[in-house]
Structures are given as C-alpha cells and as structure tokens.
Nanobody
Framework: VQLVESGGGLVQPGGSLRLSCAVSGLRLGYFGVAWFRQAPGKEREGVSCIRTSDGSTYYTDSVKDRFTVSRDNDKSAVYLQMNSLKPEDTAVYYC?????????????????RGQGTQVTVSS
C-alpha cells in the first residue's frame, strides 16, 4: 500500500491550493481517506475525511466552508481543495487510510499514510 501526496507549496493568505493523494495497492471504495496536518511544535490535527464508498465528507471546524475533500475512485485519488488559506493553515499535510466510515478519524492510527507535502501560507 502506498500513498503519495502532491500539490503543496507557498501561497499568500487568501490564496488556494489543491492537494492530491494518489493511492496504490488498495482499491478505493472500501475505506476512508483522511487528511491530517502537523505544524512544528504542534500535535497532529485531523483536517478532513471522505468515505470513498459514498463520498460522505467530514471536516474539522477550523476548515469548514474553506476546504473541500473529494475522490475519484477510478483514478484512485483523493483531493483536498483549500481556499481562503490563512497563515495558521501552514503545516505538513498528509493523507492516510482510516476506517471505512471515517469514525473518529481525528484520533485514528495511521498505519498507511503518505510522507506529506508542505503547505506554507505567508505574505
């Protein structure tokens, strides 16, 4: 099983980025995929989760109405569209396989996860 993130970078406050998570070794549709982030000196934070079976989505309060998670099962990929970015969104973002229904994804173990992609929001 392999997950590979891409799409991070440096963006000004108010800007947008789209992260991608390519999943190989597992077929989407039978598990959840969550996005996590971790900033230096801070604990990991569960940002969003999508049920790849039916597309149900979940978000932490700080990103609701700004971030959108989606999936393309045919391409075996999950995406995180991030709009209206703020400096406090700066972190390494990574995707991980979680339970099929995204239950308690924020505290889920991440046995299968990518290496992460850096997102920096700064003027």
């Amino acid at each position: 099983v392999q997950l590979v993130e891409s799409g991070g970078g440096l963006v000004q406050p108010g800007g947008s980025l789209r992260l991608s998570c390519a999943v190989s070794g597992l077929r989407l549709g039978y598990f959840g995929v969550a996005w996590f982030r971790q900033a230096p000196g801070k604990e990991r934070e569960g940002v969003s989760c999508i049920r790849t079976s039916d597309g149900s989505t979940y978000y932490t309060d700080s990103v609701k109405d700004r971030f959108t998670v989606s999936r393309d099962n045919d391409k075996s990929a999950v995406y995180l569209q991030m709009n209206s970015l703020k400096p406090e969104d700066t972190a390494v973002y990574y995707c991980a396989i979680v339970s099929y229904d995204c239950s308690a994804y924020e505290s889920s173990a991440t046995d299968y996860r990518g290496q992460g992609t850096q997102v920096t929001v700064s003027s």
